[in-house]
């Protein structure tokens, strides 16, 4: 029987939060207008509700707790392969037209054919339906591409062009862009990262999240956070930027280096902001102990401090020693992550609160 994990406490940091607000979508960044580029309006995400502020995590970040499960393989109609992975939850009210919900979530499974899927609900807490007609996008788009699987979709709203932007692999090689009016029915734009984009020796690139921030010195409002892989067969997080969300450039270092935090692989970055910085919190592999971690990169990127565990996995079911891939929003306030719980491809879709 496996031993209980360490109190979550002994690995936090103290700290003071002040004056950030959570969004479903992505946390509001700091400081962040519509600039324009070429003399158009960049396209920004809204705001949607404040969080509490409750020093508890690394950074002052809520100290968020396992409450329940939201998605079990099993129970979905579409579910070619036993498995779901990569959660992105979006919040409807104002920007959809007739949504079947007030937040969309979207997620799919991996391995082949995969399938970028869809579930809806009218909160945080749950329940979610699964979409009858998942999934949303397939393996298969004619004239565009033919490959083994698509997956992890992150989405979010633009709202310059009042559209969901949606970023996906497929490949493991390569992370598209497509982009709908109703969240649903998607058409397909470009491909916006691929592995010849990196250093040569780059196998994967994939699981990116795109968030929109102002970095004026590389005239860009939006950044990528991403997995890669190389032949050394150790992945580690990267990151790009854009000024338009659709034409990037990408740093040929990584963001944050898989050794600099005692693991064998990292992944399922996400952007989050407090106390006027910016930080990317991520996943350990299950080996190296599944937890979410925390690093402080600087509202411009050029910080990497290491601060510790951001959620600590528990070792009793669904979690089962790792939590992976979150995906943050506030309800009535209330702050939510909704993350991968479980083994790698063995897992579920499971909620916590902060």
Known sequence: MNEPRPARRLFLRAGAATGAALT????????APALTAGGAAAPALTAEGAVPAVAAAPGGFPDYSYVRTLLTPSQLKYNPTGEIIFPCIRGTAGRLANPLGRYYLYYGPHDAPGGICLAYGDSLEGPFTEYPNNPIVSNNWQPHYKVSHVASAHVMWIEASKEMWMYFHGENTTTRLARSKDGINFTYDKVVLSTSML??????????RVFPHELPSRGAHFVMLFMLNNTSNHRDIHWGWSADGRNWTFDQQP?????????????????????????????????????????EVGNDFSKRTHLGIFYNSRSAAPENGR????SFGTDGGVPYMIYEAGERLAGSIAMARG
């Open 323 to 326: 939590a992976a891939a979150p």
């Open 199 to 208: 250093p040569s020796g780059t196998t994967e690139t994939s699981y990116a």
């Open 255 to 295: 963001l944050v280096r898989h050794a600099d935090v005692g693991a064998v692989n990292v992944g399922g970055p996400h952007l989050l902001y407090r106390n006027n910085s910016t930080y990317v919190v991520y996943n350990k592999d299950k080996a190296s102990g599944g937890d979410i971690m925390i690093t």
């Open 24 to 31: 479903v979508g992505g946390l509001t960044a700091p400081a």
